[in-house]
């Protein structure tokens, strides 16, 4: 069954940054779209980048320009690059495969953003 790990969540300070990693594992991968997505308390789940089997990427606007999404199909892998992070970019970040139109997630990863 298809399978999705993230790594690399933590505590860092403003204007610090964090590479999250993600899994993939009982699928083909290549051809199908990945995303990250969070989840902050008392919110609902939102698009954070995305990045299709092209490699055309698309973000949400309150990260445009600080993060990066990446893949490596090779390895089965996805990225999220976080760069000068802000306290409301705290959250569960949780990784998505969207197989034609069957989404499947992570466990999520604790990302926190204080001083």
């Known amino acids: 069954q298809v399978q999705l790990v993230e790594s690399g969540g933590g505590l860092v300070q403003p204007g610090g940054s964090l590479r999250l990693s993600c899994a993939a594992s009982?699928?083909?991968?290549?051809?199908?779209?990945m995303a990250w997505y969070r989840q902050a308390p008392g919110k609902q789940r939102e698009l954070v980048a995305r990045?299709?089997?092209?490699?055309?990427?698309n973000y949400a606007d309150s990260v445009k320009g600080r993060f990066t999404i990446s893949r490596d199909n090779a390895k089965k892998m996805v990225y999220l690059q976080m760069n000068s992070l802000k306290p409301e970019d705290t959250a569960v970040y949780y990784c998505?495969?969207?197989?034609?139109?069957?989404?499947?997630w992570g466990q999520g990863t604790q990302v926190t953003v204080s001083s």
């Open positions: 998505n495969l969207d197989r034609a139109g069957t989404y499947y």
């Open positions: 009982g699928t083909i991968f290549s051809i199908y779209a």
């Open positions: 990045i299709t089997n092209g490699r055309i990427t």
